[in-house]
């Protein structure tokens, strides 16, 4: 149907056309929604009976927080990572191969140990907050 060097090409006005109006009704309905849900969860100072709605309302008060669940398993991930890959370089050098294993993992440690503090920090003072009201 189509020559050697040849190729169909589908119309991308249509497609452009299409992709700015979703924008636009993406933009309008996130901003209704962020307001909605301000608004209905967030704001409200009443008891919630419903599990599902206390921690909905602690997630989006950030009260529950989600990076330091995905800090340890990326450190978990990284962890064997570096052990792992530490194996190629015993062919090389079994002294690299003890650098690379030991240092890396310490470092690897440290720059999560530090990224943790921060938000242990954060959980801390928000206790002592709530003890001193």
């Given at each position: ?31 209704i ?30 009260k ?13 991930i ?17 002294v ?8 890396g ?29």
């Amino acid at each position: 149907m189509y020559g050697l060097n040849s190729y169909y090409t589908p119309t991308v006005t249509t497609g452009y056309a299409g992709s700015v109006v979703w924008t636009i009704v993406s933009v309008l309905l996130a901003i209704i929604g962020g307001f909605l849900v301000y608004f209905l969860f967030t704001n409200k100072k009443e008891k919630l009976n419903n599990k599902f709605l206390i921690w909905l309302k602690d997630f989006l008060n950030f009260k529950k927080l989600l990076l330091e669940v995905i800090l340890k398993i990326t450190y978990a991930i990284f962890a064997i990572f570096i052990t792992l890959t530490s194996f190629n370089v015993i062919s090389t050098s079994f002294v690299g191969f003890l650098l690379y294993l030991v240092l890396g993992n310490v470092f690897l440690r440290i720059i999560y140990e530090s990224s943790l503090m921060i938000i242990m920090i954060w959980k801390n003072t928000t206790e002592i907050n709530k003890k001193m009201k």
